[in-house]
């Protein structure tokens, strides 16, 4: 079974922190993604990455930037964290290009 | 992007009824999947559809490519306390790369 970790299950940050979210797949996949899930929203993608060291902007990547040194590391960084960053982040990973994309169990991260 | 319309929001239902939800886009596409979310846990892929028309089961879950492929529709049958979660459709418009999700449907199943 395809496993993808994210480094924690909840974080309190305060305004104006730097942010790190970790996600890693053991499944050799070359695809990896971030989205963010908010009630009533539901899922939107932040960024995306189909190889190591390329990136590719989502639909709301403002604020937000992704590093992938690594074929199964994905990360999420927040610059300078903000209130209307508090968030569900989820990241997902698939062998074909967005198709059967396979989550982690999610970080929720409060920007207090 | 693209959000698409997925309805109900929420729905209550007595365990063993049948259960129908439905998402729609405004642009055609040429594949639909169906997650279901726990709480606490990441979305987990039920069903993927790849042709119009199509008919696809998973036990008890059965889902549809809709024949215009703007629509596709889940429907759970004989539910059961474990249906409880979000189910979320995605979709992927012909010529594009990026899944475009829904908004989720809430099921609460009482015993």
């Known amino acids: ?112 | 992007g693209q959000q698409l319309n997925q309805s109900p929001q929420s729905m209550f239902i007595q365990e063993g009824e049948d259960v129908s939800m439905n998402c729609t886009s405004s642009s055609i596409f040429n594949t639909w999947l169906w997650y279901k979310q726990e709480p606490g846990e990441g979305p987990v892929l039920l069903i993927a559809l790849y042709k119009a028309g199509e008919l696809t089961s998973n036990g008890r879950l059965t889902a549809q490519f809709g024949i215009t492929r703007k629509d596709s529709f889940l429907n759970i049958s004989a539910s059961i306390p474990s249906d409880v979660g979000i189910y979320f459709c995605a979709g992927r418009e012909i010529g594009a790369n990026n899944l475009f999700f829904g908004t989720g449907t809430r099921l609460t199943v009482i015993p």
């Not at chain 1, 496993?3 to 974080?11: A, D, G, H, I």
């Not at chain 1, 929203?41 to 189909?50: E, H, K, Q």
């Not at chain 1, 698939?94 to 409060?110: C, M, R, V």
């Open chain 1, 1 to 112: 079974d395809v496993k993808v970790t994210q480094s924690s299950r909840y974080l309190v940050k305060r305004t104006g922190e730097k942010v790190f979210l970790e996600c890693v797949q053991d499944m050799d996949h070359e695809n990896m993604f971030w989205y963010r899930q908010d009630p009533g929203l539901g899922l939107r993608l932040i960024y995306f990455s189909y190889d190591v060291k390329m990136k590719e902007k989502g639909d709301i990547p403002e604020g937000y930037s992704v590093s992938r040194e690594k074929k199964e590391r994905f990360s999420l960084i927040l610059e300078s964290a903000s209130t209307n960053q508090t968030s569900m982040y989820l990241c997902a990973s698939s062998f074909i290009q967005n198709e059967k994309l396979f989550f982690g169990s999610g970080t929720q991260l409060s920007v207090l």
